[in-house]
């Protein structure tokens, strides 16, 4: 089997609900996509999903992939890897990166003609699920709602999105463990500060959070490469740390690990791809770390998951990226069940791909603000801002 091309479509789209974290609380609704299709001549096509602006790059390494067998992918996963090297597998070219491996892995599994999840060598087609709301902008009533649902599913474990406001995030809290513990006497709470908090700021918050009630986990209370500050939010809380989502290559957890700074390490397709995201898990397993998978759409990345010793839990968000495109998944009784089509379990609705690839050329608002001022410096009160009508 041989790739003889990389396709790309870009597309945009209303999720089910909006989303937000303490950098960004006022939310939004719109987001974007970029479907990535490596085909072969043996009639097989491999599918993976990134953002559109990673379009470029995905044709620049996909050059690599060209007359070679898809089913080597470790080693074209290293070719790429050495290509970006000046500039390092991440940012615009590690996304691209990311979605070929993805690619690549679906079409080994297509060609042995089993679920991706067999391929990797797991044992049972299934991962256990956590609740995440990203909805920082979501009113109590709207909050209540996504947990109730995802409790409906079974779920008994959920991460809430804090960080502007105690008196808030506390009450918030309570909502969250009052609709998971119809699953769990003891559901695991679990909060996300996106980097907002100095350490001594995520200090003082998780201590004062960890007198009303017991935490799975604080994520991210201290920037992703800062070693020494988040050992230190370790050192002073009982709460587990737990970091990584942000980063790219396998180099950057090093000193997460080496000094013994994050509890629970996290990964993705946007750690260098599968195959990145299964090097820094083994990594962690050499330490006896556990590891959290990141959503992604249709939580595909489940089946990784599923094939790790380490593995605890994956994010689910629950925001309806699945917009255009099937996945053979499902969440059943608090587990993400894998089902046995080849691959990945991802097929495209061309007509509606093409629909919204259409819309994706229009003018549209721009993108989500990134850090938010003053964050880690000082406290930043809730903005009239923050709370203005929703028009995501």
């Not at 042995?112 to 609740?131: I, S």
């Not at 909805?135 to 991460?159: N, P, Q, T, V, W």
């Not at 993108?367 to 995501?392: F, H, Q, T, W």
Request: with cysteine; aromatic share 8%.
């Amino acid at each position: 089997m041989k790739v003889t091309g990389v396709r790309t479509k870009p597309y945009y789209f209303q999720m089910s609900r909006p989303y937000a974290d303490a950098n960004f609380p006022e939310g939004r609704i719109w987001t974007s996509g970029l479907a990535v299709f490596v085909d072969t001549d043996e009639g097989l096509t491999g599918v993976g999903i990134s953002s559109p602006g990673a379009a470029g790059a995905v044709q620049s390494l996909g050059s690599i992939l060209m007359g070679e067998d898809p089913r080597g992918v470790r080693g074209l996963w290293k070719r790429m890897v050495d290509r970006v090297f000046k500039g390092g597998n991440r940012g615009i070219m590690g996304d691209a990166l990311s979605c070929l491996d993805a690619a690549l892995w679906d079409l080994k599994a297509k060609y042995n003609n089993e679920p991706l999840w067999r391929t990797l060598g797991a044992l049972e087609p299934r991962a256990k699920a956590y609740a995440s709301d990203i909805g920082l902008c979501l009113s109590d009533d709207e909050l209540r709602a996504f947990y109730s649902h995802m409790a409906d599913m079974g779920i008994s474990d959920g991460k809430l999105k804090v960080g502007l406001d105690m008196e808030s995030d506390l009450r918030r809290l309570g909502i969250m463990k009052e609709c998971l513990s119809r699953n769990a006497r003891r559901p695991g709470l679990a909060i996300d500060s996106n980097e907002y908090w100095s350490p001594k700021q995520a200090i003082r918050y998780i201590r004062e959070m960890e007198c009303h009630y017991d935490l799975s986990w604080a994520e991210e209370p201290a920037r992703r490469w800062d070693y020494a500050g988040l050992k230190k939010v370790s050192d002073n809380v009982t709460t587990a740390v737990a970091t990584g989502e942000n980063l790219d290559d396998i180099g950057d957890y090093m000193a997460l690990i080496d000094y013994r700074t994050a509890d629970i390490i996290e990964i993705g397709i946007g750690t260098s791809g599968i195959t990145g995201a299964m090097q820094v898990a083994h990594m962690c397993y050499g330490f006896e770390i556990p590891v959290c998978m990141m959503g992604t759409p249709g939580s595909y990345m489940a089946h990784v998951a599923a094939a790790l010793p380490n593995h605890i839990m994956m994010e689910v968000p629950d925001l309806g990226l699945e917009c255009c495109f099937a996945v053979d998944t499902r969440i059943e009784d608090g587990w993400i069940v894998l089902g046995d089509k080849p691959g990945l379990g991802i097929e495209f609705d061309e007509e509606k791909l093409e629909e919204l690839s259409r819309a994706s050329q229009q003018p549209h608002p721009p993108i989500a603000p990134g850090r938010r001022v003053g964050a880690a410096l000082y406290i930043v009160p809730p903005s009239e801002a923050d709370n203005a009508s929703k028009d995501y």
